[in-house]
């Protein structure tokens, strides 16, 4: 027999349930890089409490709140990486932070972690113009496997770049030569 309480929690569980498949069905990709351990767009904007606790627990107050503007995900945590960049915490203290499953610290850590998609652009990069530089490789907290100079020495993105920013920041062309996008919006 179920009693009051649990009648009510599961009827709350079920209104949550479908009210992110209906927001799933609206949201087709992700528009904003999200902090680390961050469930599918769906998903996330479902659980999200907006209480701001990742945003506190940042060591670099690298994570904002969307504004009003931003529709249901307003006040939502994210991470605009060009501006300020993800240091990668090893113990990733704004999943730790956040009191839901919106945000959780995933099981391989930052191997399972795409906070945005980095390009380089070759318009603008030194190295296309026969420049050496390779800044963003030596900055790159992950390594080879993310970001690492080809043998024409120009820099080359790899499948273990977690979008943190890093080389961004440190690129020396103004704008820089390293752009980020969401992870599913960049292919």
């Known amino acids: 027999m179920m009693d009051r309480r649990g009648f009510f929690s599961r009827g709350l569980q079920r209104a949550l349930k479908e009210a992110v498949g209906a927001i799933g069905e609206r949201v087709a990709t992700q528009r904003y890089q999200r902090p680390p351990g961050a469930l599918p767009e769906p998903a996330f904007l479902g659980a999200c409490t907006r209480c701001g606790a990742c945003g506190e627990a940042c060591p670099v107050h ?21 501006t300020q960049a993800c240091i990668m915490c090893e113990t990733m203290p704004c999943a730790t932070a956040c009191p839901t ?15 945005a998609k980095v390009a380089i652009d070759e318009s603008r990069c030194i190295t296309w113009r026969d420049v050496e530089c390779g800044i963003c490789v030596r900055v790159c907290p992950v390594g080879a496997d993310a970001l690492k100079l ?22 020396v062309t103004t704008p820089s030569s390293i752009l980020a996008s969401p992870p599913e919006l960049l292919s």
Do not use: H, N, Q, Y
């Open 62 to 82: 690298a994570i904002t709140s969307l504004p009003p503007s931003a529709g249901l995900a307003s006040g939502t945590p994210v991470l605009d990486v060009a």
């Open 101 to 115: 499953p919106a945000l959780e610290v995933p099981a391989w850590k930052w191997l399972d972690v795409r906070i």
């Open 150 to 171: 080809g043998d024409d020495g120009r820099p080359v993105v790899g499948a273990a770049c977690t979008g943190c920013g890093m080389c961004i920041g440190a690129c």
